[in-house]
């Protein structure tokens, strides 16, 4: 993955916030996931539209005081995993 990519969340999980966390359940797999509250952050940058890998890290740059280097390592990998279980996807370059 790249920061470049442009990500967004499948047709099929719902979302619900528990807690001040998300929660995320694929229809159609049946898995649920969750998410701590940078994850969450992550999730409501897309749940209503894409957004750029960048684009993420740099609003949880912004609300955190955190390292870039560890924000676009945990963003790339909390993607990849989110990717493999189906709750979010890729946009092709010519959406």
Do not use: K, P
Not at 28 to 36: A, E, K, R, V, W
């Amino acid at each position: 993955m790249e920061l470049s990519d442009v990500v967004c969340g499948s047709d099929d999980v719902v979302a619900r916030e528990v807690a001040g966390e998300a929660v995320l359940l694929n229809l159609s797999s049946g898995t649920y996931f969750g998410l701590n509250d940078t994850g969450s952050m992550f999730w409501q940058l897309i749940d209503e539209d894409s957004a750029s890998l960048a684009d993420i890290c740099d609003a949880i740059e912004e609300e955190y005081d955190v390292d870039r280097a560890d924000v676009e390592r945990d963003v790339i990998a909390l993607a990849e995993e989110l990717i493999e279980h189906g709750l979010i996807m890729v946009e092709d370059e010519e959406d």
